[in-house]
Nanobody, 124 residues
Framework: QVQLVESGGGLVQAGGSLRLSCTTS????????MGWFRQAPGKEREFVAA????????YALTSVKGRFTISRDNAKNTVYLQLNSLKPEDTAVYYC?????????????????WGQGTQVTVSS
């Protein structure tokens, strides 16, 4: 059983930064595709960014490109999401997800494992 634990969320003013972390259990983290999603109140869960098993390739939601960066450290079984220049509309619960097939795209259905989420609140 793979477990994902997110951390790093919190309350920040507009223009501020946060770094989210997602640490996984299991010995095969290095082969997983990893993604970050978010869900704001009353809205559907949406894709934010994803990274390949090697960390060489990533994709990002258009509205966060240039502000958010996904990265991973396979030695630490951890994937990160750096959030810069935060806006009130970035307020949401952020979830990390892992794909045992190595998938690293936008489809939530292609991820096997999910974390419990971490709250990010951006005040204006």
């Amino acid at each position: 059983q793979v477990q994902l634990v997110e951390s790093g969320g919190g309350l920040v003013q507009a223009g501020g930064s946060l770094r989210l972390s997602c640490t996984t259990s299991g010995r095969t983290f290095g082969s997983y595709g990893m993604g970050w999603f978010r869900q704001a109140p009353g809205k559907e869960r949406e894709f934010v960014a994803a990274v390949s098993w090697s960390g060489d390739t990533s994709y990002a939601l258009t509205s966060v490109k240039g502000r958010f960066t996904i990265s991973r450290d396979n030695a630490k079984n951890t994937v990160y999401l750096q959030l810069n220049s935060l806006k009130p509309e970035d307020t949401a619960v952020y979830y990390c997800a892992a794909s045992s097939t190595g998938y690293y795209g936008r489809s939530a259905y292609s991820y096997d494992y999910w974390g419990q989420g971490t709250q990010v609140t951006v005040s204006s």
